[in-house]
């Protein structure tokens, strides 16, 4: 009979079961079409707040044409880089100039520098419906001429320098040395007027970069010059032209479309797609760039221009929660072509590492004819050839051996390298770094320092990887005071803090296990884009590439939430604080799961101020779970509902005066805020 009754209890447990599951997919179903019926137009309202973001596009390019005319009017003499005839012009006429004096070299190339940094900056900041294919390779080539001639005023400076060598010998060894510097460039010159031997080696005091050389050098009428550029214009330019990788999304714009069938502004489709260009590289060094670049873009145009009816609209974003066409094949493709081309293991990848610290030059030169002083006269013979190389190693030697040149070089102090840099030379033939031909590395932690023996004179760089901040531990962006924020990634080696206000952000700090590095970038008030170069060039990278996600574990999440989630994100960023939870790596490709509070005073967010909420870019949830939970569930939290949107889900909680600072915060700030978001991509690599 005890049989009897257990399987009565357990029907019974069944049918109790089976009831309060049809009554919670019941409540389910009636959320659903709540959620719905005020779909339009919450979609509607979001999309009135997202004419923000085209306010912020028509005021840069309003910022961009009066700096224009500013130039203009400013008549200071500094050439437009963008006028050909300007920067030709100007280019000319240094060449033509014969004073060779390092001192106006260098002040001159400060200007040169100037000149190619507001044209790679135009190359990463113009949206590409404001430049053509044909001023993005006019602007590419005026920088290469500008490096080039650059590099040709260096040699020309260090030939007038080595001529007068006797002029400037050191009292205890004979030979000359000098050391000129400025914030960029620096150099190291040696000449052997003596050619004794036991003056084979020598170290700069003031750089502490060195030389030891084989005695054939040493007994020969050689100089040795060691030029270190704090910048890198040797690496192929698209390098340094590769702007935030874009993700195609559609605009919740089509998604709300009427019936009309008609799209009010044209330019909203775009919008997105043009929020950070690709830059089609340099032909001959990057094919891959380009084709990413035109691959990619035509693939957002043609779901952009499709304007459809409402109907049509609700069908398609059922479809669009696969948005990962857009982004897989095109970069399964180039990635196995990418891969393809690197076979050999010493040629470097600079998709993974980066040159960190500039660019060393090292050469061996042949010491030219010397002034001789005859009476009140300086006579020297001029060579009509330049600057010379002197020939090393030799093409003969009697044994066959060929001893190698020591080099030691002292680490740049504005950079952080985290673990050893790779060395590697440049190889001019193949355009590329290499590895090979350098040997017996030893690296001086503490006196931050290297030493290696090269087979001959080469153009050297410290290389790092880009990733070895990635993927982050944790972020926080919180709201400080109207229209301010901070934004905090805690990296695997560093934590950064960004502060944003208005238009622009300031790097606050950079710690290292807890003590304050790079104090000469923190507190400048930048554009996000001079931000990511300055990190960047600084050895701190947390801002992943078109490839990254080749080299880093991350966690994919589909375009469509993870960019919805960023542009909702900056629309409500004035009142509210967002961060990093472990459930988003639980919540799969289509959603992202972050920590939310309302959040108005200027302190830190407690933590039992947060709630965890869901959103996979067309519909927003309140979760039940907390940070601390056993395990992750998409149950809702009591008492909540579903949202088209991520402002609405969060209204449903909100103060008034939270949603008031929301509706009148300034599309500058909100800009911002999308755009460290969209570089940091913080909810793909946590």
Known sequence: QSSEEARLQAQQEEAARLEKERIEQEQMEKLEAKDQERRESELAELHSLEQ??????????????????????????????????????????????????????????????????????????TPPNEITEKETVQYQESILELQNLLHQKYNGATEHMLKAANMHEDSDTGNMQAVIKDKNVTFCIWANLKKKVRFKNHMFCDTQHGFDLPKSLAVSSVAVRILHTHYDHVSPLWLHCQSVPKLEVLDSKELTQHSKGSVEEPEEEEKKAREEPDM??????????????????????????????????????????IPSQVQDPLMQEETNEKEEAITDENIIDLQQFVPVGGVYHIDVLQLPP????????????????????????????????????????????????????????????????????????????????????????????????????????????????????????????ATIQIQIKGNRCMLSSVAVEEKDVLSHVTGKWISPLDLRAVLKKAGVNIFPG????????????????????????????????????KWNLEAGQEQVVFKVSEHLKADSVRGKDWSLYMFNGQKAQKLKITETSEAFSEELEEGSEFHSTLYHMLKDFASKEAIDKVETASFLFIDVVYQLLLATRVLTYS
Request: hydrophobic share 40%; aromatic share 10%.
């Open 370 to 493: 010397q002034v001789k002083q005859i009476k009140d006269w300086h006579m020297v013979e001029v060579l009509d050839v330049g600057l010379e190389a002197y020939p090393y190693p030799p093409e003969e030697t009697e044994d066959g051996t060929r001893p190698p040149v020591r080099i030691t070089l002292r680490l740049s102090d504005n950079v952080m390298y985290f673990e050893d840099p790779v060395i590697a030379r440049w190889d001019p033939a193949g355009q590329q770094w290499r590895t090979d031909g350098i040997s017996n590395i030893t690296y001086e932690t503490q006196e931050g320092s290297i030493t290696f023996e090269m087979g001959a004179f080469y153009t050297i760089a410290l290389l790092q990887d880009a990733h070895l901040n990635m993927p982050y531990q944790a972020w926080e962006l919180r709201p400080t005071g109207m229209d301010e924020a901070l934004l905090t990634v805690t990296a695997v080696f």
């Open 52 to 125: 923000k973001f085209l306010a912020a596009q028509q005021w840069k390019t309003d910022y961009r044409a009066h700096a224009k005319w500013e130039h203009y009017l400013s008549c200071d003499g500094s050439p437009d880089p963008t006028v050909l005839q300007e920067i030709n012009a100007f280019m000319s006429l240094w060449r033509e100039d014969q004073n060779e004096d390092i001192q106006l070299v260098m002040e001159k190339g400060e200007q040169v520098l100037n000149l190619i940094q507001k044209l790679q900056f135009l190359l990463l900041d």
């Open 280 to 321: 089609p590289a340099e032909e001959e060094t990057c094919s891959d760039g380009r084709k990413s670049a035109i691959s990619v873009k035509e693939n957002s145009n043609s779901i952009a221009d499709i304007n459809e009816t409402g109907e049509e609209t609700e069908k398609k974003s059922e479809i669009l929660d």
């Open 546 to 581: 078109e490839y990254s996600h080749k080299y880093v574990s991350v966690n994919k999440k589909a375009p469509l939430a993870e960019v919805r989630a960023y542009q909702q994100m900056a629309l409500v960023a004035s009142a509210f604080a967002f961060a990093w939870s």
